[in-house]
């Protein structure tokens, strides 16, 4: 039984590559005539085996009333069919936008169902590893269907070949059809709390401010200095120029605020160790409105802040090597 089984499997493999290789993969698919396949269900089987059998009876015993029901069956079949092709005839499929995800997290891959000028009661979409999910579309309408499946590892992960099936409108015979479309969503590392402060970068903080620098400013007060030409007159010490010490001017200062690195260079533990922390480094920064810089394995981010900047580091830390689609010894970190 068991070797069956895999006889089946096999079989149900090389029938997906073949059907897989006849269409080029894209971002979109129409299905057509070409690329739409229809067999029985089991229950269609039961169907025409029950039908199969009236048909014997119709015949032994010469019954008129059993031969109208087996033709009447038959022809229930054959226009199933016909219902069950059509409802996948013309609908096209494309790819959505996948938001990026944290390791640990589900990973949400998109797509858009476009009916032709029918209403598609059902089609149900699945890729590996995740859930089937089923949608109803009006005729000339859309819809998107999103399936989801966890991260497991950090970098790019592809969704792979797409299933797209229906039973409608009895579950007799199944159409369905396979497609390579390029869906893929960006992993993010898995945020990891490190367990000691995080390490200053010696060639990092030579380019850097000292915690709480100051340069000339209007934030807080620091001395007298002598006037200059071009000196604002609101900032002259009047009351020192009444008692004889001169034309002094106020000077002020303005706090800096530092400048982090992320230097895989000085971070100590393993590559994954030191990935996941200054993740969690990053969104900290982040968090903070910090400027921060990332110095991996020579991909430098310079100090910024923002959302834009946190998206960059966090893409270079997904790709860096070791990441899903690179071998384990992928790079120096």
């Known amino acids: 039984m068991a070797r069956r089984f895999s006889l089946a499997d096999r079989l149900a493999r090389r029938m997906r590559?073949?059907?897989?290789?006849?269409?080029?993969?894209?971002?979109?698919?129409?299905?057509?005539?070409?690329?739409?396949?229809?067999?029985?269900?089991?229950?269609?089987?039961?169907y025409l085996g029950v039908n199969l059998l009236i048909l014997l009876l119709a015949i032994n015993?010469?019954?008129?009333?059993?031969?109208?029901?087996?033709?009447?069956?038959?022809?229930?079949?054959?226009?199933?069919?016909?219902?069950?092709?059509a409802t996948l005839?013309?609908?096209?499929?494309?790819?959505?936008r996948c938001e990026p995800v944290f390791v640990g997290e589900d990973i949400g891959f998109s797509y858009q169902l476009k009916a032709a000028d029918?209403?598609?009661?059902?089609?149900?979409?699945?890729?590996?590893?995740?859930?089937?999910?089923?949608?109803?579309i009006a005729a000339g309408g859309s819809a998107i269907l999103t399936l989801y499946r966890p991260a497991l590892q950090r970098g790019w992960d592809e969704a792979g070949a797409l299933y797209i099936e229906t039973r409608y409108p009895l579950g007799l015979i199944r159409a369905w059809s396979w497609a390579s479309l390029q869906n893929k969503c960006l992993v993010y590392p898995k945020p990891v709390q490190a367990k000691r402060p995080p390490p200053l970068s010696p060639a990092a903080a030579e380019g850097s401010r000292p915690v709480g620098s100051r340069q000339s400013g209007t934030d807080a007060f620091q001395g007298l200095d002598d006037y200059q030409?071009?000196?604002?007159?609101?900032?002259?010490?009047?009351?020192?120029?009444?008692?004889?010490?001169?034309?002094?001017?106020?000077?002020?200062?303005?706090?800096?605020?530092?400048?982090?690195?992320?230097?895989?260079?000085?971070?100590?533990?393993?590559?994954?160790?030191?990935?996941?922390?200054?993740?969690?480094?990053?969104?900290?920064?982040?968090?903070?409105?910090?400027?921060?810089?990332?110095?991996?394995?020579?991909?430098?981010?310079?100090?910024?802040?923002?959302?834009?900047?946190?998206?960059?580091?966090?893409?270079?830390l997904a790709l860096s090597p070791g990441a899903a689609s690179q071998s384990e010894d992928g790079g120096p970190l």
Not at 61 to 78: D, E, I, K, P, T
Not at 118 to 136: E, G
Request: positive net charge; glycine residues 8%.
């Open 89 to 96: 005839s013309g609908v096209v499929v494309e790819t959505g």
């Open 17 to 46: 590559r073949w059907a897989i290789a006849r269409h080029e993969s894209g971002q979109k698919i129409e299905l057509t005539q070409r690329v739409i396949y229809i067999f029985p269900t089991w229950a269609g089987f039961a």
């Open 118 to 136: 029918r209403q598609v009661n059902q089609i149900t979409l699945a890729i590996h590893d995740a859930d089937l999910r089923s949608v109803a």
């Open 61 to 85: 015993y010469q019954n008129n009333l059993a031969y109208a029901v087996c033709f009447m069956l038959g022809a229930v079949f054959l226009i199933s069919i016909l219902h069950t092709y």
């Open 229 to 316: 030409v071009g000196d604002s007159l609101s900032r002259i010490a009047w009351k020192k120029l009444a008692s004889g010490q001169g034309l002094k001017v106020r000077s002020y200062t303005t706090e800096q605020g530092q400048e982090y690195w992320l230097d895989a260079n000085v971070w100590p533990g393993s590559r994954e160790v030191k990935i996941s922390e200054m993740t969690w480094q990053a969104l900290q920064y982040h968090a903070q409105d910090q400027t921060y810089g990332l110095r991996l394995g020579g991909a430098d981010l310079a100090p910024a802040k923002g959302r834009g900047h946190l998206d960059a580091v966090l893409k270079q």
